[in-house]
């Protein structure tokens, strides 16, 4: 199926590559090129692309792209499925998904690479037995490597591949047993001009850092679960007792993974935790324009809103800004044309403000089109959808764990469109 | 230099040396090569090109010292070359020999460098196998499983036969993980070697049959890749795959669906009714079989769904909960291709999650919906917001949503629609304004309610700043006033007079048609134009220069006194264009309307021919009939056959023969049991742990099963050794439990199974037949009993078409067995078969029927039978039984025999009279049980409550009040007797 992987860099260069059939010559990687040139922006580049003898799939994350080959018929989600698991793995091994780490782990890399696909077919992609078989580095570990020579290569071979519960390694053994939930939601809202809602909605995600001796079977159940319309699940998670009584029961991966994500109902109305009160105007004349902008709390349910962050996307033509905020600070960036204002939390005595003029380049026509803000909050404490977890009971151990569950709300697309209709 | 060269002779040859002591037990035939691999050696060696490549003779130092640490960090050196596409092919003699090393990361970093490099250099290659093959017999399963992937790894033809024969080994290996293994190989080995299919087919055969989920993924893939024509070897492992779906990890799961979705197109008929799009044989596909038509007078609907298909559909639907993208998307293409039209909507939600996901996830996601939505609309309208474009997103994804957007409008939600695209017009993206405007104007094509709300919207634009966007928008009215040009000369005139300002040449062009071709509808205007053009002629684009040609051989026709000199002009100037193409134009023109002696017959026709009615451009979707491919599909990404590209065929119109999908399940699953408990123990032992797989902890309650079975020696009939069946024994275990959602039940009994006479062979003139209830879930018809029938010839002539024929009473549903063709002298049958008993005991009578004679017969089913056992908590079983008072509680108090005191002897007595599940009990001297009675799903609960001096107290609540009094007799029955 997946029959050789490139890593290529923002700048172009192909820096790893991984053949798991026969070798293919990374000038078949020059197609992809010529289609990256064209696109400018490197998310432009479409995932599917057809050579002459091969097909070219890739993934575009951490400003890396994630090339593969196939040669035949094969669903491209699943490859680009992979290939994000190969990101995700590399994200889980090393902290993050760089050239540089990559380049630094470049054994650890290829080992990794060697394990999950054979003969291009997935075979390990379970952290927890990738992390059995090839163990990740740590300063400690490393630093004893190179005094004896050990090595990050487990010499136990896993038996969670042979098992059915592929995803847990046997023996977890802790002193400190400990299962954490975070109940993660996004708004996505898209606002008109006039702040009415043109589309809003929840999704949520529940993470677990799950620290458990043993062979734990976990039961969480919600206080409101018909809230959820739609959800998708780790494997781990029985589906028949979701169906029959909704309630999540799985034996746990252990350490960190996402339990689930869910949709919530589009009958629910959704609360839009802050208003924007904004004017942006450009002058037919004079070549510069004014902004204003003002943010208050709405229905935020008594919690305070933080992180708060306002990102304009401005036409070409404004070359500067010149503004004052009452609160936090703004950043212009003149080639990205990107006006960035980190308010931080949100004081509902003081509101705060943005504002001051722009400068437009001379003689250019002034931009049509307003441009749109995006909203960037967090609120701790508050799953916005009202999502509640009742319990969290554990069979199948004697010991009793430490519990714990966070709710935190962010927003996820927030739009706030400043548009005149035709 | 000399000095140089002789020490690396040396050395190279020191590591042949080595090598061959480490590669002692090499067959004999390898030893010619050997020596000649030295002197190749010494050859390159001496070749003087080689010597820049110094840089890498420290690593072979490295590798030949003696300490592990050195080797290693050579090892990943080395490796990072190989990372970095650099040549390191000229280390292989020095790393080759550390193939045996001890150190297991030193040992699978060789292993890397080998499966890279072992192509370019066979002969050395050869020396690594005798390794692989000693570890192939190790008792470790991980060790041969890994010396059995890198052996097929090494793309070497010499040892085709010594992978063959090892694929074959490994194939039957005990170990479930070392049959994986071996799947992976026959793809390689099949790429390496096409010569060797049959063989290879014959193995995937064998494999196919396996029942351990870490294989079926695999085996699927190397059938996909082997012989995907070969959908014979599907037959007897379809209903299998289906049950171990939701078991197989989330890869396999994606290539067993897509198979199974081909499968399914060649054997079942279709589901679509009458009037779809695509169905061409919905006459015929009333008809599930011939067989079927005869007997299937009494029935009402016209299409029966295969029971196979609806399991198929059935064992997917969970999947669509999947995290992983690529199972969500196969599951849809699934639906779509093979469910019922009204149940594909299913999947809509799931699909509109992933768009939820990255980008390039949701690229292929849209363009599959896209597809969708073009011919079900239905489908997608209720999210249409999903679909609405955000200023972040990439621009393929805006394209594909704008397009989404487009085939989803209709009367009513066109307004909302157009509103959204009035403000994508004015992104600063301009080439997605542009697809808006095209996009604005299929939504007026489509409906011709907003014809006119659109044409005036896309008039507006013609005043827009920007250039693309009036040149779309010009392209596009020019689309739209061709399918009503009476009403718009206005319009016309509008654009007329945008002329001078516009300077895309497409919109030029498009403008200049547009007046030629209604130029009797501007009279006054297209004289001046034309006048414009030809002072500006030699500086237009040539696609201008071309409609221009046109504008004035159009005006030339209608309104010669004005135009007739500034024509000529044109044309002449057309003459000597550069472009050929204008001249060709140019002088075809002249040729057609200006009158001449040599201009013959066509001259008269110059009008018609020029100003003909032309039909308007039909503005569609590029996504109309994509579906031709298979949704998900890279092909149907790309709109192009990929290669190997498998077509998904049409339904066929009778449906192939259902029977060959049946599996003689007594012999299969009594080796197999015996198979995967030894096999378990194995791993056990290889592991040391006892809990940390089902496989091993389920082991013991197998073996316990087995054990129990050969004690009594009954012939005892053992349902497929699903998860479901060990679900209620080891509940902690967490895959039995995900997959016992296929069985809405589960069964937990294994009591001995009694074995009731149908027909004697006296009566039966040599055709003997008995029945039995294997307590199993119907298939047909989650409301009928299913019974097996075993049928036996005793005569000394073979029978042949043994089936059912009349039954009574006439109501009673039965789902019979497909006709026996031919059944020998002395060979028996097991067929089974689905009764809907209607929660009554009446017996079912019918006939069976040889092509002679036929007899009567009658199955009546014991009480308990009527029943499937249904798994609660214990709080539940109270909770329900407190809903079951008075009227619908029997109890009675009996006396039992002190052998059956334990609980488990009551189980065991219970559960042989009666098809009923056991509740897990907290208190000692209670038993429960729970069922629920087959056809209507009405709860049966019994409980047993001990009193002192072995007499208890049993209750029985259900609704059914008749039933529970007669359960409560054989109940009864069965444990005072014993």
Not at chain 1, 25 to 53: G, I, M, W
Request: with cysteine; aromatic share 8%; proline share 4%.
């Amino acid at each position: 199926m997946i029959h050789s992987l490139f890593l290529i860099n923002h700048s172009g260069d192909i820096f790893l590559e991984k053949h798991w059939k026969s070798v293919i010559s990374r000038s078949v990687c020059d197609y992809f090129f010529e289609v990256k040139e064209k696109a400018v922006d490197p998310e432009n580049v479409p995932p599917v692309l057809q050579t002459p003898h091969h097909y070219l799939i890739s993934i575009y994350r951490g400003k890396l792209f994630f090339l593969s080959v196939v040669q035949t018929e094969v669903p491209p989600l699943f490859v680009i499925e992979f290939l994000h698991r190969v990101a995700d793995t590399f994200q889980d091994y090393f902290g993050e998904c760089s050239e540089g780490v990559i380049k630094d782990n470049l054994v650890t890399v290829y080992e990794l690479l060697e394990e999950m696909l054979d003969n291009g077919f997935p075979l390990a992609t379970e952290s927890n037995v990738l992390k059995e078989m090839i163990r990740p580095p740590n300063i400690l570990r490393s630093v004893v490597n190179t005094l004896t020579g050990g090595s990050n290569v487990g010499d136990t071979l896993p038996t969670g591949q042979l098992s059915n519960v592929p995803w847990r390694r046997a023996g977890v053994k802790y002193t400190n047993n400990e299962a954490y939930f975070d109940v993660v939601e996004e708004i996505d809202a898209i606002l008109d001009k006039s702040g009415t809602t043109v589309f809003a909605e929840i999704q949520g995600v529940v993470e677990a850092c799950v620290r458990l001796t043993g062979m734990p079977d976990l039961t969480l159940s919600f206080m409101n679960p018909r809230l959820l319309d739609d959800m998708s699940f780790h494997p781990c998670v029985r589906f028949k007792r979701w169906e029959s009584e909704r309630v999540l029961s799985f034996i746990p991966p252990d350490g960190n993974f996402t339990l689930m994500t869910y949709h919530v109902s589009s009958q629910n109305l959704v609360a839009i935790p802050v208003y924007v009160k904004q004017n942006i105007n450009f002058f037919e004349t004079g070549s510069c324009g004014r902004l204003d902008i003002t943010i208050g709390p709405k229905q935020n349910m008594g919690k305070t809103v933080e992180g708060l962050m306002v990102t304009i996307h401005m036409p070409k033509v404004v070359l500067s800004a010149n503004l004052t905020a009452t609160q936090g600070n703004y950043t212009y960036d003149l080639t990205t044309k990107v006006l960035v204002w980190d308010i931080g939390k949100l004081n509902p005595q003081k509101l705060p403000n943005l504002r001051g003029s722009l400068s437009m380049q001379a003689g250019a026509p002034k931009p049509e089109e307003n441009p749109s803000l995006n909203i960037d909050l967090k609120i701790q404490q508050l799953a916005i959808s009202g999502l509640k977890v009742s319990r969290l009971d554990m069979y199948g151990e004697k010991y009793k764990p430490f519990k714990g569950v966070k709710y935190l709300t962010k927003a996820g697309k927030f739009q706030r469109l400043s548009l005149s209709f035709l | 230099m000399d000095v140089g060269f002789s020490s690396l002779r040396s050395e190279a040859v020191g590591a042949v040396r080595t090598a061959m002591v480490s590669a002692e037990n090499l067959q004999l035939t390898l030893k010619a090569e050997l020596s000649q691999e030295e002197q190749a050696l010494t050859h390159i060696r001496s070749n003087p090109k080689e010597a820049h490549k110094a840089g890498n003779e420290d690593l072979k130092e490295m590798l030949e010292s003696s300490k592990e640490s050195l080797k290693l960090e050579a090892m990943k050196r080395i490796v990072g070359l190989i990372a970095k596409g650099k040549n390191a092919s000229e280390l292989f003699p020095a790393v080759v020999k550390n193939v045996a090393s001890k150190n297991i990361e030193l040992k699978k970093l060789v292993y890397v460098y080998l499966v890279r490099y072992a192509e370019e250099q066979q002969d050395l290659a050869l020396l690594s196998i005798s390794t692989f093959q000693r570890a192939l017999k190790d008792p470790n399963q991980f060790i041969r499983a890994s010396a059995l992937r890198v052996l097929s790894s090494i793309r070497v033809p010499i040892i085709v036969p010594i992978m063959m024969l090892a694929i074959k080994e490994a194939a039957a290996d005990l170990s479930p993980y070392v049959r994986k293994t071996s799947a992976h190989a026959i793809q390689k080995l099949f790429s390496l070697d096409a010569d060797q299919k049959e063989q290879l087919i014959e193995v995937i055969e064998k494999l196919l049959k396996d029942k351990s989920t870490l294989v079926a993924g695999s085996v699927v893939m190397a059938f996909e890749e082997v012989c995907p024509d070969r959908i014979d070897l599907i037959h007897k492992n379809y209903r299998k795959l289906c049950n171990l779906l939701v078991d197989v990890e989330e890869w396999g799961q994606v290539v067993i669906i897509s198979m199974l979705t081909r499968y399914a197109r060649t054997q079942f008929t279709s589901p679509w009714k009458e009037g779809a799009m695509f169905d061409e044989n919905n006459e015929k596909a009333f008809y599930e079989s011939d067989s079927e038509e005869k007997k299937g007078h009494t029935e009402e609907k016209p299409y029966i769904m295969d029971p196979d298909h609806r399991l198929l559909l059935r064992n997917t639907k969970p999947l669509l909960q999947s995290r992983n993208t690529a199972v969500v998307m196969s599951v849809a293409q699934l639906y779509w291709h093979l469910a019922p039209k009204h149940e594909v909507s299913i999947v809509t939600k799931s699909l509109v999650r992933l768009l939820r996901s990255h980008r390039e996830v949701q690229y292929i996601v849209l363009q599959n919906i896209a597809t969708m939505s073009i011919q079900r609309k239905g489908m997608f309208e209720p999210f249409m917001k999903s679909f609405y474009v955000r200023s972040t997103d990439a621009t393929h994804i805006k394209t594909l949503k704008l397009e989404i957007l487009t085939n989803l409008a209709n009367e009513a939600n066109i307004s909302t629609i157009l509103r959204e695209f009035q403000t994508y017009v004015k992104s600063q993206d301009k080439a997605f304004a542009a697809a808006t405007i095209q996009a604005i104007g299929r939504c007026a094509t489509n409906i011709s309610e907003v014809t006119d709300t659109c044409l005036n919207g896309l008039v507006l634009l013609l005043s827009n700043r920007d250039e693309t966007v009036v040149a779309e928008s010009v392209v596009v009215i020019k689309k739209l006033l061709q399918t009503q040009p009476t009403q718009h000369s206005e319009i016309i005139k509008h654009m007329a007079k945008l002329f001078d300002n516009i300077t895309v040449p497409m919109a030029r062009a498009s403008i200049l048609w547009l007046i030629g071709e209604y130029c009797e509808r501007v009279p006054k205007i297209a004289p001046d134009v034309l006048r414009k053009m030809a002072k500006s002629f030699t500086a237009e684009e040539d696609i201008v220069k071309l409609q221009t040609v046109n504008l004035a051989a159009k005006l030339y026709l209608t309104n010669s006194k004005q135009t007739k000199l500034l024509t000529q002009y044109i044309l002449n100037l057309g003459k000597y264009d550069q472009n050929y193409d204008i001249r060709d134009r140019t002088r075809f023109i002249r040729q057609l309307i200006v009158p001449s002696e040599k201009s013959g017959a066509l001259n008269k026709y110059a009008r018609r021919i020029l100003l003909a009615p032309k039909p308007a451009p039909v503005l569609e979707s590029s996504f109309k009939d994509r579906d031709r491919f298979q949704l998900g599909t890279l092909s149907h990404s790309l709109n192009s056959k990929a290669t190997g590209y498998q077509e998904l065929s049409d339904w066929p119109a009778v449906a192939p023969d259902q029977s060959v999908r049946n599996v003689e399940i007594i012999e299969a699953s009594g080796s197999d049991s015996e198979e995967e408990s030894s096999e378990s123990e194995k791993t056990s032992s290889d592991s040391g742990k006892s809990s940390s797989g089902s496989e091993q902890s389920s082991s013991e309650s197998e073996l316990e099963q087995k054990k129990k079975k050969k004690t009594k020696k009954v012939p005892q009939k053992k349902s497929k050794p699903t998860a479901a069946d060990r679900y209620s024994e080891i509940p902690a275990v967490c895959w039995s439990l995900r997959a016992s959602f296929f069985f809405p039940v589960t069964t937990s009994s294994f009591g001995p199974v009694k074995t009731y006479e149908l027909l004697h062979h006296m009566t039966g003139k040599g055709l003997a037949a008995k029945y039995h209830f294997p307590r199993q879930p119907c298939l047909y018809q989650p409301s009928m009993v299913a019974v097996q029938v075993i049928l036996s010839n005793s005569s000394d002539h073979s029978l042949e078409e043994i089936h059912i024929g009349d039954r009574s009473p006439a109501s009673l549903s039965i789902h019979c067995f497909n006709t026996i063709e031919r059944l020998e002298p002395e060979a028996s049958v097991t067929v089974s078969m689905g009764i809907d008993f209607s929660d009554s005991t009446q017996a079912a009578n019918f006939q069976l029927c040889t092509k002679e004679d036929q007899f009567s017969v009658s199955i009546q089913p014991a009480v308990g039978e009527l029943l499937m056992p249904s798994s609660m908590t214990e709080q539940d079983f109270c909770k329900e039984q407190g809903k079951l008072q008075g009227m619908n509680e029997t109890s009675a108090t009996i006396t039992m025999e002190t052998a059956n005191a334990s609980s488990q002897a009551i189980s065991k007595q219970v559960l042989s009279v009666a098809n009923v599940g056991v509740v897990s009990s907290s208190q000692n001297n209670f038993s429960r049980f729970a069922g629920r009675t087959v056809s209507s799903g009405a709860l049966v609960l019994v409980s047993l409550e001990l009193k002192e001096s072995s007499t208890a107290l049993l209750t029985i609540n259900t609704e059914k009040t008749v039933m529970a009094s007669m359960l409560l007799r054989d109940i009864k029955q069965a444990l005072t007797q014993a």
